[in-house]
């Protein structure tokens, strides 16, 4: 791999591309990228791709030039690897993919590589889609059948919607319930 | 099929084993009306033994329970864990429901993990499909159980095999939860196992109750009895080991009278979908909560209409390898007693449907007898001692008569005294037994420890659980008074943690208890110090209480606490399950960051591409909500109302766009919490993978 060329002359590229280079390096963690030679080599190929195009002109920030060089890269190699079409991929999917091969424990060392990538990798890679639910549900509605409370269920039931209705009337009949309460203790407390 | 001669000795039992109940309580009322009336006949006099009498009921079903427990466990065969050449169901018509919210799921995902190799080891495992049915509303819970539940598929290759489903509004808690999935999948299946967030179950046991199911096609629901588990405080411990030295003695009693239209705990239990859509939908009650309206105890009034609708309900006693975990401390137990307290009591209308089977209804009133039963004898002792102040200011001095029962002709002292002790032996009678059939039985005595160890234990529980009653004595008979006066509660997440409480929380929950134990020994010090030694075990369970509670909080250490660990967990099974996989198995752990949720959501590209994923596939619709700008990342995401976040969680357009943004910042257009969210990831892995 050709090393960096960073122009010491430039102060501000430099702590820009540094930022980048930390940046990039974080979101490969955040792949589960934790082979540290690995990381080491993908994050220094971006950030070549990164310094190229910045002193070809592009005026964006380096941090929002490297994570879309990640993207780009990402792309290429997974639709390169299925043989999709890259312009109608969507990165969540790729993601979703690399996690459903497991890429941390066992692939990461193919990760943006081309050539001898494994089948088994491959076919675990083509799931793109997590079924969280079976394909199709079964309709069913659970209905309640009635249950005859009696007359003290009927007469809580006309009490309830007769004090919804005047709760002044519910408020006087606790005021009076509270009152006999107290009543009763005080009569028991006198004898 | 149940025969006329089966149905005609559930009868039997019922009506005999009630009869028993009624009689001893007719004696201990006479003994007590007999001991009060010698000295005078009073209002006061009538109140306390109308209120005697119905506090006899609980103590007299308990002794009963635990009588026939301990004869019909003599005979008992070990727990039958092989379905023995029945036949099984077919494939893939077994659902099992694991209903969460807001739970620890890394816990709840290794029980999940264990239990599926567990069912590996059979051979059965094409017979079941696993659901975890989220009603989970913590962006943080959501976001963790998608990634738990990817991870566990991928880990088990079980992408068609374990199912997540979170329903946007959870509405009517666990019940309708359960309902959700009977409408939507239940047809799929012919029988669902229903667990609990905290179950654990062996593989083994579950082939045996499908085949159970099987064999019996009238049998709706089969209830198994889950012992506590993975206690890891003193006080969790000792519960675990009273539970598994006790338990099965109340178990089997309870077994011998209710027989096929036997009771629903909830959990650990597998019932027959068919009946259950049919006839299980849960009536509203009268009037409004927390008395009326939804049905909150679901499991008890779902036994009574699957009984109602003809199909048995049946507690095996017989089938082990089947736990769940209990709360780590007393305060946590009360929190969750005061929501069966309320659902319990609920329960009360439901004595009035005159379609529902007795035996239904005797549940009913021992659930309500549960909680209500505190408060009676709250007033029971109040009453009791106001009549000794009473008779101690007066400085008469007292001429009793003869009375009517046996005993009427002897001293009024020595009167008292025997009916305490029949009242007290009737109370402590079922643990003595508990601990004779495991102190007689050499495999079971072998397994405590043996009988030193097993009598030194038991010993402790029973001076732990006597100072700790009138404790929960206060908080059931607060929770009665509350319910009553019309304050609900809300549906809280259990404490799983061992952690063990702090002081101050513990006396601002506590204060009542310790002045009504300053109080009780106030009082009884006026009336002579010998009422104050018999009043001893309550009034200095009541002040010593936040002590009591405190310390049987902390994590259990010591030689002790092993060897009650090690009594208290001790089938092979049980080691398999937990010290195999639970306790060891580290696979589930990915949280070893403190960022919440939504920030994981936005920033981790596998638990974004997860979220986003099952947000296209169940066809999520979008919330309406505007896409956020660069702007959103200046702000700290603490400052956002969880409804915005919860509304930016549920839109994938949103989810996805956040995501690309927020790698794309520089350090300047980041809130420092952000910032710090991205910087986590460092060659140190904080997620595993």
């Given amino acids: ?191 | 099929m149940v025969s006329p001669t089966q149905s005609g000795m559930g009868v039997f039992r019922r009506v005999s084993f009630f009869l028993m109940v009624f009689a001893l309580m007719g004696f201990l009322t006479w003994m007590f009306a007999d001991l009060l009336w010698r000295v005078d006949v009073s209002v006061l006099n009538i109140a306390l033994v109308l209120i005697f009498s119905v506090l006899s009921y609980p103590l007299c079903v308990g002794f009963w329970q635990a009588i026939i427990g301990f004869f019909s466990g003599l005979r008992e065969r070990p727990p039958a864990m092989d379905q023995g050449g029945h036949r099984l169901p077919k494939p893939r018509s077994i659902a099992v429901n694991i209903p969460v919210y807001n739970e620890d799921i890394e816990m709840v995902l290794l029980r999940l993990k264990a239990l599926y190799l567990s069912l590996k080891l059979t051979g059965q495992l094409d017979l079941f499909d696993f659901y975890l049915l989220s009603d989970s509303n913590r962006a943080d819970s959501w976001v963790s159980e998608e990634y738990g539940w990817a991870r566990l598929c991928r880990q088990l290759d079980a992408f068609d095999r374990i199912f997540y489903r979170r329903r946007k509004r959870n509405i009517h808690q666990k019940a309708g939860n359960l309902l959700d999935f009977c409408e939507s999948w239940g047809r799929r299946y012919t029988y669902m196992v229903v667990l609990d967030a905290d179950s654990l179950m062996d593989g083994g046991s579950l082939v045996t109750m499908a085949a159970r199911m099987e064999a019996d096609p009238k049998l709706g629901i089969l209830q198994t009895i889950p012992l506590l588990t993975r206690a890891r405080t003193r006080y969790g411990l000792l519960q675990q080991f009273a539970n598994r030295l006790y338990g099965p003695l109340f178990s089997r009693g309870m077994n011998f009278w209710q027989g096929r239209k036997g009771n629903y705990w909830g959990h650990n239990a597998i019932i027959r979908v068919d009946p259950f859509i049919r006839h299980c939908a849960l009536p509203d009650l009268p009037g409004r909560p927390p008395l009326g309206g939804k049905i909150l105890s679901h499991d008890f009034v779902e036994a009574a209409l699957m009984v109602k609708a003809g199909y048995a309900v049946r507690m095996d006693t017989s089938i082990g390898g089947s736990f769940e975990e209990g709360p780590p401390d007393a305060l946590d137990s009360a929190m969750r007693d005061r929501r069966w307290c309320q659902g319990n009591l609920q329960h009360f209308w439901l004595l009035f449907a005159e379609q529902l089977h007795w035996a239904s209804k005797l549940h009913f009133i021992n659930g309500i007898f549960a909680y209500a039963g505190s408060l009676l004898w709250l007033l029971f002792l109040t009453l009791s001692t106001a009549l000794a102040f009473e008779w101690e200011k007066s400085r008469l001095t007292l001429i009793p008569v003869h009375g009517t029962s046996p005993v009427g002709s002897l001293s009024i002292g020595a009167h008292a005294l025997l009916l305490f002790g029949l009242v007290m032996s009737i109370l402590i009678l079922p643990k003595l037994l508990g601990y004779s059939h495991a102190a007689l039985s050499p495999s079971l005595r072998g397994r405590f420890g043996g009988f030193v160890a097993l009598t030194s234990m038991a010993a402790g529980e029973f001076v732990f659980s006597t100072l700790l009653a009138p404790v929960m004595m206060v908080f059931h008979s607060s929770f009665v008074l509350l319910t009553l006066s019309g304050k609900g509660i809300g549906w809280a997440t259990q404490t799983r943690d061992h952690h063990g409480l702090a002081w101050w929380p513990a006396l601002r929950s506590l204060r009542l208890h310790t002045a009504s134990g300053l109080l009780l020994l106030l009082l009884s010090l006026q009336i002579g110090w010998k009422p104050m030694l018999w009043l001893s075990p309550i009034w200095a369970g009541l002040l010593l209480s936040v002590p009591l509670v405190v310390l049987s909080s902390r994590p259990a250490r010591g030689w002790a606490a092993r060897r009650f660990a090690r009594a208290s967990q001790s089938s092979a099974i049980e080691d398999q399950l937990t010290s195999g996989i639970i306790n060891n198995d580290s696979t589930m752990a990915f949280f070893t960051d403190s960022a919440d949720g939504f920030q994981n959501a936005v920033v981790d590209p596998m638990f974004n591409s997860i979220h986003v994923s099952i947000l296209r596939e169940t066809h999520a619709e979008e919330t309406g909500i505007a896409v956020p700008e660069q702007s959103f990342f200046k702000l700290d995401p603490a400052g956002i109302s969880p409804q915005r976040l919860f509304n930016l969680l549920e839109s994938e357009a949103s989810m996805r766009k956040l995501h690309h943004m927020v790698w794309r910042l520089s350090e300047g257009d980041l809130h420092p919490v952000w910032q710090r969210t991205i910087e986590r990831y460092t060659l140190k892995p904080i997620f595993a993978p």
């Fill in chain 1, 1 to 191: 791999m050709e090393p960096l060329q960073l122009k010491l002359d430039h102060p501000e590229l430099d702590d820009a591309l540094s930022k980048a280079y930390l940046r990039v390096e974080q979101y490969l963690c955040s792949l589960r990228i934790h082979n540290k030679r690995i990381l080491s080599e993908l994050t220094h190929a971006i950030l070549d791709d990164v310094r190229k195009r910045v002193l070809g002109g592009d005026a964006r920030e380096p941090v929002q030039i490297a994570m879309d060089a990640i993207d780009q890269h990402v792309v290429s190699w997974y639709s390169g690897l299925m043989g999709l079409d890259s312009t109608a991929m969507e990165t969540d999917r790729i993601r979703l993919s690399l996690f459903r091969a497991d890429l941390a424990k066992q692939w990461s060392r193919y990760f943006l590589r081309t050539g001898n990538i494994p089948e088994h990798f491959l076919k675990e890679m083509r799931e793109q889609t997590l079924r969280t639910i079976p394909e199709s549900p079964s309709s069913a509605t659970m209905q309640p059948e009635l249950l005859d409370l009696g007359k003290i269920g009927k007469w809580a039931e006309d009490t309830w919607r007769l004090f919804g209705k005047w709760p002044v009337l519910g408020a006087i009949t606790a005021g009076l319930a509270y009152l006999a309460a107290l009543a009763f203790v005080i009569y028991f407390a006198s004898l």
